[in-house]
């Protein structure tokens, strides 16, 4: 029997990686936020953002009464996304709104208060905070 082995491969995101220019980081995050709304008509049941949030309430009965702390929000990712989907749902449902915490090792701050300032239900921690630490 012979076993097929597949190259080894790094996942990382260039974003954060030191020698990366912020205007390539701020490419990478409008790249990732269009994946995330991504819908393609007869293949999927509506974007990635869509499919997050039903998991959500299909998952998490009292959804309102939670917040989601993105630990590894970066510059926000699909985050902003996923708070406008599912509290635009939840209000339809007349349901109260979901916070949204973002943090990050690297916390891109410029960039999260762009966002805060533009969501009213996402916050970010400035200082920075290790995931692999929380507890």
């Excluded at 990050?104 to 921690?125: A, M, V």
């Amino acid at each position: 029997m012979q076993l097929f082995s597949w190259p080894r491969s790094h996942l990382l995101e260039i974003g954060d990686r030191i020698w990366c220019p912020p205007w390539l980081h701020r490419h990478e995050q409008l790249l990732l936020t269009q994946l995330w709304n991504l819908r393609t008509p007869g293949w999927s049941r509506g974007s990635l953002a869509t499919q997050a949030c039903a998991g959500f309430k299909e998952h998490l009965k009292d959804i309102s009464s939670y917040t989601v702390l993105d630990i590894c929000a970066g510059a926000g990712r699909p985050t902003p996304v996923l708070e406008s989907e599912l509290n635009k749902e939840l209000g339809s449902e007349g349901k109260g709104p979901v916070p949204f915490v973002l943090t990050d090792l690297y916390p891109h701050i410029e960039e999260c208060e762009r966002i805060s300032k533009k969501q009213q239900n996402i916050i970010y921690i400035e200082s920075p905070v290790d995931a692999r630490a929380v507890s």
